[in-house]
């Protein structure tokens, strides 16, 4: 409305000024380019009591609680970056429908437990947390989100026996590997798809964000058993811009050449929640923590 000031005498002698409803006064109004996203790391849901810190039967409700609030808030999508469950195939269906109820784009990254189910059940789990494939990649704004599976290589994601589980072996052993079994690697091919994502990023003018379930930096034993590979490609593109990860439940930060490397805290430890709004802006990637979750505000080289 754009009606100026307006003065209108009333019956008993006071001047009432009414002001003028102009309505582009709000300093709170995000820029066009600006936007949220949600993000959640190791919900790690099951029906087992807890050991030690980890609360595994109170994720549930945590993650209902966590999307009531998400819900609230104007956000682009939300993100899970992997181990939503702790164990067992039944457990998706305690915490897929919670997670459903968020009304926005919803995305998922594969984490090592979300393979501990019978072993028919390990090729179909993308598919039951509602995944187009293991790895993948979308677009918000000039921002370009990858998805990476940390368990292409692995012990877990496989079936004792078969050829991927023998592959997994070789791969550990030939590599001297010192990184812990329960983690994993990411494959030839992702590698080479994710190549030619940054190599297209570069070119479209995009800023990208890595999602994987397993950190790459700093140097720490729940990194991928081909961090330093994935440091080495991600160093390569300036496109690259922030490394979010799960699966070390205290969290933790890096920076290198231009890439800050994060550990989202787990949402399953203690009986306190964890998870964050991430705000992208042209300058800042800044975190909003809940729970146990810190803030941060990093800035884009
Ligand atoms: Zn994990």
């Not at 002001?19 to 300093?27: A, F, G, L």
């Not at 926005?104 to 437990?113: A, I, R, S």
């Not at 187009?132 to 368990?151: A, C, H, Q």
Request: aromatic share 12%; hydrophobic share 35%.
């Amino acid at each position: 409305m754009n009606f100026k000031k307006q003065v209108s005498v009333i019956h008993f002698g006071l001047i009432l000024i009414i002001s003028s409803c102009t309505s582009k006064s709000n300093n709170s109004t995000q820029l066009a380019s600006e936007f949220s996203f949600g993000i959640i790391a190791d919900c790690q849901f099951s029906d087992y009591p807890a050991n030690g810190t980890r609360e595994y039967a109170m994720s549930d409700d945590k993650l209902e609680e966590c999307v009531t609030h998400l819900n609230t808030m104007d956000l682009e999508y939300t993100i899970h970056v992997g181990d939503f469950i702790d164990r067992n195939y039944e457990s998706f269906d305690v915490v897929v429908p919670i997670y459903n109820k968020l009304k926005m784009p919803k995305y998922h990254v594969l984490g090592n437990h979300d393979f501990v189910v019978p072993g028919d059940k390990r090729s179909n789990v993308y598919k039951k947390m509602g995944m187009p494939s293991r790895y993948y990649e979308f677009k918000i704004k000039d921002w370009r989100f990858v998805v990476l599976d940390g368990n292409d290589i692995s012990f877990h994601a496989s079936n004792e026996g078969s050829k991927d589980y023998q592959f997994a072996e070789n791969y550990y052993k030939t590599n001297k590997i010192n990184s812990p079994k329960w983690n994993g690697a990411v494959g030839e091919s992702q590698k080479n798809w994710l190549i030619s994502v940054l190599e297209n990023a570069t070119k479209n003018q995009e800023k990208v964000i890595l999602f994987c379930h397993f950190p790459v930096f700093p140097e720490n034993v729940h990194n991928l058993w081909n961090a330093d590979e994935l440091v080495e490609i991600i160093e390569n593109y300036d496109c690259v811009k922030a490394y979010i990860n799960g699966h070390n439940h205290e969290g933790n930060f890096g920076y290198k050449k231009g890439v800050h490397y994060l550990t989202m805290k787990g949402m399953v430890e203690t009986k306190e929640t964890a998870y964050g709004i991430i705000t992208l802006t042209d300058k800042y990637i800044q975190i909003a923590g809940y729970g146990r979750e810190g803030n941060k505000k990093l800035q884009i080289k």
